[in-house]
């Protein structure tokens, strides 16, 4: 089945850092990705639509200066936290559609700002 | 009204039983519905799709209610695998990108 691989699994930064995500579909091109956060017992929150060799869309309420998208191939988006806060600490998800419809999650990046 | 609303449970159980989770969505153009399972933190994976007809897959069964816009989700005979979060996805029509409820956490126990 489709792969969507995402790395770092788990990253531990100081306030003020970046740090950058990754997400590759591994056996399918996505022109389009999800990038999702979750907080605890929280449900996933969109942030952004990423598109391939165009600009994200960002949903209302995210910074798009903070929360940096790039997605530079048809099977590459990285989604970079800049000057990162504690209250940016999360779980953050991509997801790719492989086929109409079906949207297949990468493992996710639990992120911790200390 | 939130898009997507689910009861969050948790939803405690024997194994053995059974039990059945709803979910409602508030857009009335929305298309494509969809269960998924998300166990502790961990990427939510695809349980199956919700069909207008209705659709079974092994002990899940998924139906969906246009008139009352409401999908449910019916698990059998419970195992102490079901353990998880189920997440309700709704996707409106026209436009891809989907809804995700906030979750139905399910316990099964000894």
């Known amino acids: 089945g489709a792969v969507v691989s995402q790395h770092p699994s788990r990253v531990i930064c100081k306030s003020g850092t970046s740090v950058k995500i990754e997400c590759r579909s591994l056996?399918?091109?996505?022109?389009?990705m999800f990038w999702y956060r979750q907080f605890p017992k929280q449900s996933l929150m969109l942030m952004a639509t990423?598109?391939?060799?165009?600009?994200?869309?960002?949903e209302q309420g995210v910074e798009k200066d903070k929360f940096l998208i790039n997605h530079a191939s048809l099977t590459l988006s990285t989604l970079t936290v800049t000057s990162a806060h504690p209250e940016d600490s999360s779980f953050y998800i991509c997801?790719?559609?492989?086929?109409?419809?079906?949207?297949?999650f990468g493992a996710g990046s639990r992120l911790t700002v200390l | 009204r939130k898009e997507v609303e689910q009861d969050p449970g948790p939803f405690n159980v024997p194994e053995g039983a059974t039990v059945a989770f709803n979910c409602t969505y508030s857009?009335?153009?929305?298309?494509?519905f969809f269960w998924y399972r998300q166990d502790c933190r961990k990427e939510p994976k695809l349980l199956m799709s919700?069909?207008?007809s209705g659709n079974e897959d092994g002990r899940f069964t998924a139906q969906l209610n246009r008139a009352s816009q409401y999908i449910s989700l019916l698990i059998r005979d419970s195992k102490l695998s079901d353990s998880a979060t189920y997440l309700c996805?709704?996707?409106?029509?026209?436009?891809?990108?989907?809804?995700f409820g906030r979750g139905t956490s399910l316990i099964v126990h000894p």
């Open positions: 919700v069909y207008s």
């Open positions: 996805v709704v996707s409106p029509g026209g436009s891809y990108i989907p809804t």
């Open positions: 990423s598109n391939e060799g165009s600009k994200a869309t960002y």
């Open positions: 857009n009335s153009a929305s298309q494509s």
């Open positions: 056996d399918f091109q996505a022109t389009t």
């Open positions: 997801s790719a559609p492989p086929e109409a419809n079906v949207l297949t």
